[in-house]
């Protein structure tokens, strides 16, 4: 049981972007359709995914187990940012369900939804987690322990000297 209730580390970030392109694709779709009751699912895979990493998420199955690997070699990243920003989406879905549904806040629950873009968007388009360098910042600045994640703490000065 302890198992279950674990996240991978290392995760591939080829199906962290696969499942980052679903969520935005579901974002999209419920923004364009009004079909608010796509937040249930879109918000259960993310509290999966917080709780089990891929296990009980069925778009973080499919994303590790059929797509990614499609997608050639494995390329691993550390993984508590990686559950720190799935945690981050779960917050913001869950707050989107509860305007949307019981509340009829859809307007509302379309500003919350919006966030999504840049998150997701970067994650998909260019790999770039918004949400793991909030970790990364929250660990620099004594938040977070750095025995969380030692990798962690200076992964955006390397991003950055890296690409520029």
Known sequence: MPELFSFPNPVNEKAARVVAGVVLVTVILILVTSWYWLLLPLAYGFWARVMTGPTLSPVGWLAQNVVAPRLGEKRPVPGPPKRFA??????????????????????????????????????????????????????RLGIVPRTVCEECSDISARVRATTG
């Open 86 to 139: 799935q945690a981050i989406g779960a917050v913001v879905s869950t707050a989107a369900v509860v305007l949307a549904l019981p509340l009829g806040l859809h307007t509302a629950a379309d500003v919350v939804l919006v966030a999504f873009f840049p998150a997701a968007g970067l994650e998909s388009l260019v790999g770039y987690c918004i949400g793991c360098e909030a970790f990364g910042l929250l660990i």
